[in-house]
């Protein structure tokens, strides 16, 4: 019993005289973070990517952050290529400069870089992609590719120069919009925003400002033939009365409305999805990235937007006449928009 006791006091001295001591954190490797959506559609010449980097120190988290360096790699360090790709053949090449938002942060450092370029037609879709990040400084190299998503069509119910109308016509009840489009070439997923934009004219101080409400349709993923959606009229209502505060000070006329479809890639679809919030019991969250030597995203996606008018009736600006009568009489916003019913 004794040699036992011996034995376990000179292993507790023994363990207990080691340097308990240990390194959290491993050698600093450089970890490039990139999230970019070349986009062929008819409302985007300007094209960016945004590039960041990871970071990890001695110091406490919060206050790393709190360093532009510590996200954002020194401009100067990078270029920033995309490659135009035909037949494996490299055919044209743009190199993206940088720009630089300085925002304020209330914890974190906000300042926001991202890397842009301007080129007329050259986003086709016979060519595939490649994104070319080299770090001057460390030599280290990020890489991409993607296709690009070549147009979009409505389908063949649906003509944007008709007038959008939300309310039947004998003023007796809402109305729906059906909505329908074809599918197109690398398009997984599909969201649709009609956009509605009106002034106010201030009646004392007589300032006319304008203003733009989007309202935003649930992603739809394609699974076959021709795709659509419904707008139903009693939600378009109930969205512009929650948006719109009332204000018996102003006056509101209604100035014109959008479509806008946005198509985005199954790239897209899988990051979107990957990325939702966990409302599960198991807390751990899948990683997806496209990027070589690096995390994040770049894939493509293609935004397209039209005005919507009547061919007939250019005054009526895409509203029914019914639809007016409905937000100057019965929406309680302050309408005044002149139209012959």
């Not at 016979?126 to 990020?142: D, G, T």
């Not at 009646?203 to 707008?231: A, N, R, V």
Request: hydrophobic share 35%.
């Amino acid at each position: 019993m004794n040699i036992f006791f011996s034995l376990l006091i000179l292993i507790l001295c023994f363990f207990s005289s080691c340097d308990n001591d240990f390194e959290v954190n491993s050698n600093w490797e450089e970890v490039t973070i990139v999230y970019g959506l070349l986009d062929a559609g008819n409302s985007n010449s300007s094209q960016e990517v945004r590039i960041n980097k990871a970071f990890l120190g001695q110091m406490d988290a919060y206050e790393m952050a709190k360093y532009k360096d510590s996200i954002n790699f020194d401009t100067t360090n990078l270029n920033v290529t995309i490659y135009k790709i035909k037949n494996n053949i490299v055919i044209d090449s743009v190199r993206l400069h940088p720009e630089i938002t300085v925002r304020n942060g209330d914890v974190f450092n906000d300042t926001l870089v991202t890397y842009k370029f301007f080129k007329d037609n050259f986003l086709q879709s016979s060519s595939s992609y490649e994104l070319n990040i080299k770090n001057k400084n460390s030599q280290n190299i990020v890489s991409s590719f993607t296709n690009i998503i070549p147009n979009f069509s409505w389908g063949t119910q649906f003509k944007p120069f008709y007038n959008i109308g939300f309310y039947k016509n004998d003023l007796s009840d809402y109305d729906d919009k059906q909505i329908n489009w074809r599918n197109v070439d690398y398009g997984q997923i599909y969201q649709l925003n009609l956009e509605f934009n009106y002034s106010e004219i201030n009646q004392i101080s007589g300032e006319t400002t304008f203003h733009s409400l989007d309202w935003i349709q649930p992603i739809e993923i394609y699974t076959s033939g021709e795709m659509s959606t419904k707008l139903e009229g009693d939600l378009f209502f109930k969205f512009l009365k929650d948006n719109i505060q009332k204000n018996n000070d102003v006056e509101r006329v209604f100035e014109s409305i959008y479509i806008e479809m946005t198509v985005g890639t199954e790239e897209l679809n899988t990051y979107i999805n990957v990325n939702k919030p966990i409302t599960g019991i198991v807390q751990e969250r899948p990683v997806y990235t496209n990027i070589i030597n690096g995390i994040g995203l770049f894939s493509s996606r293609y935004t397209h937007r039209d005005l919507i008018l009547n061919s007939q009736d250019q005054d009526n600006k895409g509203l029914t006449n019914a639809t007016h009568y409905y937000i100057n009489n019965q929406l309680d916003r302050n309408f005044n928009y002149p139209f012959d019913f």
